[in-house]
């Protein structure tokens, strides 16, 4: 089985200061995770992935993410926030294991706030 | 990245009629699409798989014959929501995977449909 977990439904930050959305991961085998972002009324933008190589994955709008295999983390990160950031972030996952047919499996979600 | 064109983007309809949302994948080919529905502030729940040519598969709880998901082509799957009622309103979203490769799963998403249903 899969599941992933987003501890915090809402997370609020002052523009310019770091901002860390949380999200730990189980799977059977090896995890590809993922982000995303929806903004009221949007579909869901791919924000970044990792699937193998460096630990740390750069992606979009100047986010990025640390997979941790010992705490079975992928936490969001981003230096600087901005109030353009402010939407729903979603952690996905997928079971390397289960092949390609397999779906993603989606976190609860996190609304981050970013106050100027 | 791929782009997904989903439409309409929000559909008003008188309770008992049905509604068709369209997902296309405008340059690439998805085997592979998937049908969402997401409540205010909540996370999406997976209603169905589209297979390419075959039946979609319905996760538990969904009801097949309400919500009918047709895959004809590698561009195109719809969503029909037949007899619609009030507490069929919601958000759907779908979503593609690219054919072919080491896929790895990741997906492209729709910009989602909005209906409501009076």
């Known amino acids: 089985a899969q599941s992933v977990a987003q501890p915090e439904d809402q997370v609020n930050v002052a523009e310019g200061n770091p901002l860390t959305v949380k999200c730990t991961y189980s799977v059977s085998g090896n995890p590809y995770l993922f982000w995303y972002v929806q903004y009221p009324n949007r579909g869901l933008q791919f924000l970044l992935k990792?699937?193998?190589?460096?630990?740390l994955v750069k992606g979009s709008y100047g986010f990025e993410a640390e997979f941790n295999k010992s705490q079975t983390s992928f936490h969001l990160k981003k230096p600087s926030a901005l109030v353009s950031d402010s939407a729903l972030y979603f952690c996905?996952?997928?079971?390397?294991?289960?092949?390609?047919?397999?779906?993603?499996?989606f976190g609860s979600g996190t609304q981050l706030t970013v106050l100027p | 990245g791929a782009v997904v064109s989903q439409h309409p983007s929000r559909v008003i309809c008188k309770s008992g009629t049905s509604v068709k949302i369209e997902c296309r994948s405008l340059d690439f080919q998805a085997t592979t699409m998937f049908w969402y529905r997401q409540f205010p502030k909540q996370s999406l729940m997976l209603m169905a798989t589209s297979n390419e040519g075959s039946k979609a598969t319905y996760e538990q709880g969904v009801e097949k014959d309400k919500f009918l998901i047709n895959h004809a082509s590698l561009t195109l799957s719809t969503l029909t929501v037949t007899s619609a009622h009030p507490e069929d309103s919601s958000f759907y979203i779908c979503?593609?995977?690219?054919?072919?490769?080491?896929?790895?799963?990741?997906?492209?998403f729709g910009e989602g449909s909005r209906l409501t249903v009076l």
């Open positions: 990792y699937i193998t190589g460096d630990n």
């Open positions: 996905a996952v997928r079971d390397e294991e289960w092949g390609s047919a397999r779906q993603l499996t």
């Open positions: 979503s593609a995977r690219t054919s072919g490769g080491r896929n790895t799963g990741e997906l492209f």
